[in-house]
């Protein structure tokens, strides 16, 4: 079965400062997606970034990245230049591309930026 | 605004009862997934599906059941509640499956007292 774990319960940075957010996982398949969500005090889910497990290539937006390690299948994420607005619980998910194809999150890490 | 509308947002009832809860996907979207959140469970995958079939089934309970309508829109039935289902229960959607980019509703939160 496929896990997602992710190591950090809550983190607290300065804003401005750059924070990495780490994130594991267990798959025996080779072929899959990674995800990075945010939910906000709102609630809503809201997708950050993407990776797709064939590509190399690190995912970026804007001032989210990730660094993708398959070998050790590791997935982490950092937010450069934090902001107020970046203060929410964030969840690392995979989904694998065959079998039951079942978004798997991980427990989350709750992220407070202080001004 | 993610395009996916979940109906009712807050909804509080007794053990015992019966609810339904209503999912309508993005225009298009032809996947449809369900969502359990609680507190100490993180989120919880329940049950999928693709253009009005099941496609992937989770950690769903017996008393709990879900359909995808001709229009694509969802429901999930939550039978004999009991306090533990208290819970905030998502729906998110995806043109294709799987979803390589889900979009979520803003969730109900079912209160079971």
């Known amino acids: 079965a496929q896990t997602v774990t992710q190591s950090q319960p809550e983190m607290s940075v300065q804003e401005a400062e750059t924070v990495t957010l780490s994130c594991t996982y267990d798959t025996s398949e080779n072929n899959y997606y990674l995800f990075w969500y945010k939910q906000p005090p709102s609630r809503q889910m809201i997708l950050v970034i993407r990776q797709e497990a064939y590509k190399q290539q690190n995912a970026t937006e804007n001032r989210f990245s990730v660094n993708f390690q398959k070998a050790a299948k590791s997935f982490s994420l950092k937010i450069s230049d934090s902001q107020l607005g970046d203060t929410a619980m964030y969840f690392c998910a995979f989904i694998n591309l065959q079998g039951a194809q079942k978004l798997v999150f991980g427990q989350g890490t709750r992220l407070t930026i202080n001004p | 605004d993610s395009g996916v509308t979940q109906t009712p947002k807050h909804l509080i009832t007794a053990t015992g009862q019966r609810v339904t809860l209503r999912c309508s996907p993005r225009?298009?979207?032809?996947?449809v997934y369900w969502y359990q959140q609680s507190l100490d469970q993180g989120l919880q995958f329940l049950i999928q599906y693709y253009n009005g079939e099941e496609r992937a089934k989770g950690n769903i309970l017996e008393r709990f059941s879900a359909q995808q309508f001709p229009d694509l829109h969802s429901e999930l039935n939550l039978s004999s509640l009991e306090l533990g289902d208290s819970a905030l229960y998502f729906c998110?959607?995806?043109?294709?499956?799987?979803?390589?980019?889900?979009?979520f509703g803003q969730g109900t939160r079912l209160t079971v007292v």
């Open positions: 998110a959607s995806s043109l294709s499956s799987p979803n390589t980019e889900a979009f």
């Open positions: 225009s298009g979207d032809l996947s």
